[in-house]
T-cell receptor, first 113, second 109 residues
Framework: SQTIHQWPATLVQPVGSPLSLECTVEGTSNPNLYWYRQAAGRGLQLLFYSVGIGQISSEVPQNLSASRPQDRQFILSSKKLLLSDSGFYLC????????????FGQGTRLTVV | GENVEQHPSTLSVQEGDSAVIKCTYSDSASNYFPWYKQELGKGPQLIID?????GEKKDQRIAVTLNKTAKHFSLHITETQPEDSAVYFCAPYGQNFVFGPGTRLSVLP
């Protein structure tokens, strides 16, 4: 069966520090991968999605970047965090191709102080 | 890009009553229409979905109806229970998932 792992679960980082959040998927090949951010009490904002290794599409220009160094690994990074980067970050995967169910990780709650 | 709205943004019902949440979208190319449930501190989970060649789908107490001409689809929950309390998101898929702003459902015992 397929599983998605996202870590860490919580993170407190000072303003100006770097960020690296990692997401891995098991049990499937060539998945579509997504990073979403959710502000408190708000909806999910799509940040990045990837349809293959090295292929990253950015939905919102911001202080963040994403990379996909391996087929089932998706990394969200920042060189210098801002206070506004605080939020709940969710990684998700879906079968490539036509629309199908998206499976979400448990999320990372990032607080920038 | 896709513009997705949900109504209402909050909904309170008595246990046992029905709840209906409506999602409107703008991309006529959307062909997959899921509903997700998010509990506090967790990632969303799919509860029901429908494809563009079907008008209605039911799974026990949950149903989804689709009006592709009018570009909206709705989530129906019957005989609501306290454990149905959560935030519900629609996420119509055209070229990508675009999530609606969410509806907070509270089921009062």
């Amino acid at each position: 069966s397929q599983t998605i792992h996202q870590w860490p679960a919580t993170l407190v980082q000072p303003v100006g520090s770097p960020l690296s959040l990692e997401c891995t998927v098991e049990g499937t090949s060539n998945p579509n991968l997504y990073w979403y951010r959710q502000a408190a009490g708000r909806g999910l904002q799509l940040l990045f999605y990837s349809v293959g290794i090295g292929q990253i599409s950015s939905e919102v220009p911001q202080n963040l970047s994403a990379s996909r160094p391996q087929d089932r690994q998706f990394i969200l990074s920042s060189k210098k965090l801002l206070l506004s980067d605080s939020g709940f970050y969710l990684c998700a995967w879906s079968v490539s191709g036509a629309g199908t169910e998206a499976f979400f990780g448990q999320g990372t709650r990032l607080t920038v102080v | 890009g896709e513009n997705v709205e949900q109504h209402p943004s909050t909904l309170s019902v008595q246990e046992g009553d029905s709840a209906v949440i409506k999602c409107t979208y703008s991309d006529s190319a959307s062909n997959y229409f899921p509903w997700y449930k998010q509990e506090l501190g967790k990632g969303p989970q799919l509860i029901i979905d429908i494809r563009s060649n079907v008008g209605e789908k039911k799974d026990q107490r949950i149903a989804v109806t689709l009006n592709k001409t009018a570009k909206h689809f709705s989530l129906h929950i019957t005989e609501t229970q306290p454990e149905d309390s959560a935030v519900y998101f629609c996420a119509p898929y055209g070229q990508n998932f675009v999530f609606g702003p969410g509806t907070r459902l509270s089921v009062l015992p």
